[in-house]
């Protein structure tokens, strides 16, 4: 099961590390990873989506909580939430045609950006299942993809 | 007044400070080695006398020596070393803090600030390093953080679970200057040690134990950590529960006691191991269900329901799933227990039978040895040791079968009198622990129990103990092999004794004596009574006893890695 888990952390030099040596010292899957100021200015939030059975999670949850530098650690997944992950996805002008250039300009989602070497960077603001769908159908002609990691809040 | 103040406005370095620390928290030793990044320190502890320093003769040694120091005593070690080397010399006896929870202060030198990151000479990340084997770590950047990063770490250290805390000082931190001011309380937000006990899985807990008719007590190191075994005991007592310990909670519950079913695990008992298998309730205590403990996760305790008792929340479950955790410190949740079963006078089941079945399975005498007028058997040696010293030594131990048969036949009647290194089974512990438990516990009698491999780790020691006059028996059972690498080579590799002989061995008692101090070698089982008492009288000399023992003794009973309770081996 995917998850998605918000870790607010100490701002301190070496609390990533902290998080990312855990992960990696438990064998801990992590699909992504972002980390950027919060709220709080000497707190950092740090949102991890991983996947793994419920006594993995369990145990995700506590080593993290265990950590001296986390202040809090939630699932967020399981309540109601909303999700977001940005992606940019190049390609070359010449490999897509007049039709998807026109649906692409009109979809909400998608922002497009020319560079000055004929290429098209596509922007795209979506929940991360609609990234991979949209990723899907660019594959073929993407030249370079480049992905944030999703962040994530919970809405209840 | 004036004064006052301006004794508040005066300005100290931050060697000055660090050393003011270490006094305002109360720390009567440290124990370290010198190096560069260290020396204005140095230059501080030596113009004082409130704070004493142990000079060990390698960084490894100072780090079990605190740990030998903390464990036997309650009161947290303190470790100074050097950067480079000095930091990675420390690191096993880190890992090792870590791994059974002491708590250890390490201080290590850094390479000043501005060079950091440049590969200066003698430089390691050394927070970096020591980072997946400690309970936390810092690096002071600022002399104005020095007395709160200190306070932090003792606090840290010492609280919850708990476990080593590594402070890293680049050397010009310790000649900046700063006021002094020694925090009384710290507290932080992202780290809250206190832990409510919830009175609903107490309640749970209370209603399994009092229906159930094949309990156990499964009691471990934590239960010394949180200083309970009265709490156990009492509690024990009153139900008239079995209680098995693990490794490393030897002592915690007295081994002579009639409800005492030995230790668990690999080389439990065998009446320990089926009452783990067979029973109906199944009550952990501070304890981990380490792998050495459970054997096969699917054939364990299939029939129980268990209760966790723990501090640490992520232990719960992380093994073996718990029915009922109950997340606290052990003390508090034992005298929960104890209210709502001892004071309202509840009745427990009847568990004769149970207590029947227990008892035929200790009529095997699983650590049972026989000893002929030859050859010195091992055990005997454990065996003797434990009557000669009336069972109230401390004994620290090394890795191996010398520290099984330890485990299975000393047996402990209090807690903290049996130090040894149980979750990283760290050869060369021994000797160094002892030195630290020798200093926690001055006049009392310390004594380490080693292989002729294990002592030779960390055998430079023997010097410190000169120096300091630590008056340490050595009991070294000498079966010329790294036994336990043996037994296995015997049981699981057909006999292919890979590297396990021990060639080459120093004439042990010449070694001691050139170290200063007496040696003696035993090679009949007849002359094992006076050979320890005879150390034992030398009340100010440290004594290193060569016991010439069996080759081909193992250690039984044997639970293969990852098989069931219920398929011990048992000769
Ligand atoms: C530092 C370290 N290296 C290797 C081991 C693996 N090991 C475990 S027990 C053992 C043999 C110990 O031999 P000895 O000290 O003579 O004790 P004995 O088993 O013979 O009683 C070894 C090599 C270890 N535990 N620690």
């Known amino acids: ?156 | 007044m004036k004064q006052d103040t301006d004794n508040k406005r005066k300005k100290y370095t931050g060697a000055e400070i660090f050393v003011k620390c270490l006094e305002a928290e109360g720390v009567k030793l440290v124990f370290g080695y010198p190096g560069g990044a260290v020396l204005h320190i140095y230059d501080e502890l030596h113009k004082q006398d409130k704070v004493s320093h142990i000079l060990v003769r390698h960084e490894q040694g100072a780090v079990h020596a605190a740990e030998g120091y903390a464990k036997s005593s309650n009161i947290p070690g303190v470790v100074l070393v050097t950067s480079g080397p000095g930091a990675t010399n420390a690191i096993t006896g880190i890992a090792d803090a870590y791994m059974d929870s002491v708590p250890i202060v390490v201080f290590t030198g850094q390479v000043r600030t501005a060079l950091i990151g440049n590969d200066a000479f003698q430089e390691v990340d050394t927070v970096g390093i020591t980072r997946p084997c400690v309970k936390h770590n810092f690096m002071i950047t600022n002399v104005e953080d020095m007395a709160d990063t200190i306070k932090k770490a003792f606090y840290v250290a010492t609280t919850g679970r708990p476990g080593p805390v590594v402070v890293d000082i680049p050397k010009d931190i310790t000649e900046k200057l700063c006021e002094f001011n020694y925090p009384e309380n710290i507290s932080m937000r992202s780290y809250n040690p206190d832990i409510k006990v919830s009175d609903e899985s107490v309640d749970m807990a209370v209603k399994k134990i009092l229906s159930s008719k094949k309990p156990v007590i499964y009691a471990g190191g934590g239960v010394i950590n949180s200083n309970a075994s009265e709490n156990l005991i009492q509690l024990a007592k009153y139900l008239n529960f079995p209680v098995t310990n693990t490794l490393m909670g030897l002592g915690c519950y007295p081994g002579t006691d009639e409800q005492f079913i030995q230790m668990l695990g690999m080389h439990g008992s065998y009446e320990a191991n089926m009452a783990m298998h067979d029973c109906d309730l199944l009550i952990a205590v501070g304890a981990r269900f380490d792998d050495r403990i459970t054997g096969r996760l699917d054939k364990f305790s299939p029939d129980a329901t268990i209760v966790h008792i723990d501090i640490d929340p992520s232990s719960i479950s992380k093994n073996i799933k718990a029915h009922i955790p109950i997340i606290g410190d052990v003390k508090n949740v034992l005298e929960k227990l104890s209210e709502k079963i001892i004071r309202k006078k509840e009745k427990p089941q009847n568990i004769d039978k149970w207590w029947n079945q227990i008892n035929e399975w200790r009529k095997k005498d699983s650590f049972k040895y026989s000893q002929g007028d030859k050859i010195i058997k091992p055990q005997y040696v454990v065996d003797r040791l434990y009557e000669l010293t009336k069972g109230d030594a401390y004994i620290t131990s090394d890795v191996g079968q010398h520290q099984m048969w330890t485990a299975q036949l000393y047996k402990f009647n209090k807690p903290r009198r049996w130090i040894n290194s149980g979750g990283l089974g760290t050869m060369g512990f021994g000797l160094p622990s002892a030195m630290g438990t020798q200093f926690a516990n001055p006049g009392s009698l310390v004594c380490c129990v080693t292989g002729e491999a294990s002592i030779q780790m960390c055998i430079q020691e023997l010097s410190t103990c000169l120096q300091y006059s630590l008056p340490i028996k050595i009991i070294n059972l000498n079966n010329r092999y790294m036994g336990m690498v043996r037994q296995w080579q015997e049981f699981f590799y057909e006999g292919r004794y890979a590297m396990s002989y021990m060639d080459a061995l120093p004439d042990f008692v010449k070694l001691a004596e050139s170290y200063g101090h007496i040696g003696h070698k035993i090679e009949k089982p007849s002359d094992v009574d006076g050979a320890i008492i005879d150390a034992i009288n030398q009340k100010d000399r440290l004594v290193f006893l060569d016991f010439i023992t069996d080759q081909n003794e193992n250690v039984f009973p044997m639970i293969a890695s990852g098989e069931a309770h219920n398929k011990m081996i048992l000769s």
């Open chain 1, 1 to 156: 099961m995917r998850h998605i888990i918000s870790v607010l952390l100490e701002n301190e030099s070496g609390s990533l590390s902290r998080v990312a040596g855990l992960f990696s010292a438990r064998s801990f899957n992590i699909e992504s990873l972002s980390v950027a100021p919060s709220e709080d200015l000497s707190a950092s939030r740090m949102t991890i989506v991983t996947s793994g059975d419920d006594a993995v999670i369990e145990q995700i949850i506590k080593q993290l909580d265990k950590l001296v530098d986390v202040i809090k650690v939630s699932e967020i997944t399981s309540n109601e939430h909303i999700e977001r992950e940005i992606a940019f996805v190049k390609i070359n002008d010449k490999d897509i045609n007049e039709k998807t250039m026109s649906e692409f300009s009109k979809n909400e989602f998608l922002k497009l950006h020319k560079t000055k070497k004929n290429e098209i960077i596509i922007e795209c603001v979506d929940s991360p299942k609609k990234i991979n769908d949209f990723i899907k159908s660019v594959k073929k002609i993407a030249v370079k993809i480049v992905r944030s990691g999703a962040v994530g809040i919970n809405s209840n």
